[in-house]
């Protein structure tokens, strides 16, 4: 059958619904679509991820829902893709937790260097009341949170010398995710840091702007940091959660049955995402060290230290993400060791 297939009328900067019309079957069935945007490149496990989520959605809606996937920041930077589900001019985007901490205060709190020792407590506790609670947050600022995703721990690089203990960190240029507690944890443990878009950050390796980074091994490699980077350590510093966000205008324009399959999709497509980053992330170290980039281990000591230099920012910032929260999540880590 051909489908004449005519745009309803949308105002502002929401095209996300076409109409579209089966002669044969005298029936009309509205088409939306998700503009769904992540950092990344396709090679990563988050790309990957996106792509399983499209294919769940496309299928059980039978092609109600269409998602239209784009990497690499094609759709802007992470601030900027948030600011366009606000906006209704995307609809999903999958941020670290970091950046949406300057739209919701209380996610700051997994930015709290050496939170989580090891995935089973993030896993315990972002599943968890506290977790799922911080999410509710979001619709205050017309976004909704369909669970979290993983980017993982996040480790250090840099061009200019192998870092072991806090005293190596001294006056390197790291650039940081755009947020106030990471800056603050780099200037505790003695670096220059500077906030910039994950976008900009290959090019400011590159050209020198800055001596390094900090990501999980699956960025570092898959976005080919080993080109600009020599030295990597397993700081291990923060574990980094995504957050599956989809533009709040859209969502409540879906059906209940459409609302339900999207959810259960993220989650699904999350779950997903995770196993494929914690199957492939010890390789990821073995493929950096291929490369040419030089390994430097943090023994327990050099780290205790770190956490040590890093601890007054943690207190100065309790007040800010609010004191409740933190300690809501100090006690789900607890809880999820015992
Ligand atoms: O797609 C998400 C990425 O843009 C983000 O996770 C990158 O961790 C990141 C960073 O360092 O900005």
């Known amino acids: 059958a051909v489908l004449a297939i005519g745009l309803v009328a949308c105002g502002g900067g929401s095209q996300s619904s076409t109409t579209e019309t089966d002669p ?7 088409t939306k679509t998700m503009r769904a945007g992540i950092g990344l490149n396709d090679q990563h496990p988050q790309y990957k991820g996106l792509l399983k989520f499209k294919e769940i959605v496309e299928e059980k809606t039978e092609g109600a ?21 606000q906006l209704g ?8 937790t970091a950046v949406i901490a300057n739209f ?6 997994f930015d709290i260097p050496f939170l989580f020792p090891n995935e089973e407590v993030a896993d315990a506790v972002l599943g968890g009341e506290v977790g799922e609670g911080l999410l509710d947050k979001l619709a205050a600022q017309n976004l909704v949170g369909l669970g979290y995703w993983e980017n993982g721990f996040r480790d250090l690089t840099n061009s200019v010398r192998p870092v072991a203990t806090a005293e190596d960190f001294r006056g390197l240029k790291i ?5 106030q507690l990471h800056l603050e944890a780099f200037r ?8 910039m878009a994950f976008t900009e950050l290959f090019a400011a390796m590159q050209q020198k702007t800055v001596d390094g980074q900090e990501n999980p091994y699956s960025t570092i490699y898959l976005q080919k940091y080993f080109e600009v980077q020599e030295y990597v350590s397993n700081t291990h510093h923060i574990y980094s959660p995504w957050t599956f966000l989809v533009s709040k205008p859209f969502f409540d324009g ?13 989650y699904a497509a999350g779950a997903y995402q995770r196993e494929m980053n914690r199957e492939a992330g010890a390789e990821y170290l073995a493929n950096l060290q291929e490369e040419g980039m030089i ?5 327990p000591e050099a780290r205790q230290e770190m956490v040590d230099l890093v601890q007054p920012v943690i207190e100065k910032f309790t007040d800010q993400i609010g004191r409740e929260t933190v300690e809501a999540v100090f006690d789900a880590v607890a809880e999820a060791q015992k």
Request: hydrophobic letters at 35%; aromatic letters at 4%.
């Open 65 to 85: 829902i269409k998602v239209e996937t784009y990497h690499s920041g094609q759709l802007g930077d992470d601030r900027t893709m948030i600011e366009g589900l």
């Open 295 to 299: 390994f430097t281990e943090i023994t």
């Open 24 to 30: 044969s079957l005298d029936a009309k069935v509205e």
């Open 188 to 195: 505790a443990l003695g670096a220059n840091p500077t906030p």
């Open 254 to 266: 879906l059906t209940p049955e459409q609302q339900e399959i999207v959810t259960e999709a993220a």
């Open 104 to 109: 919701v205060p209380e996610f700051a709190v």
């Open 175 to 179: 650039r940081t995710m755009e947020n």
């Open 89 to 96: 001019s995307q609809e999903i985007t999958i941020p670290s």
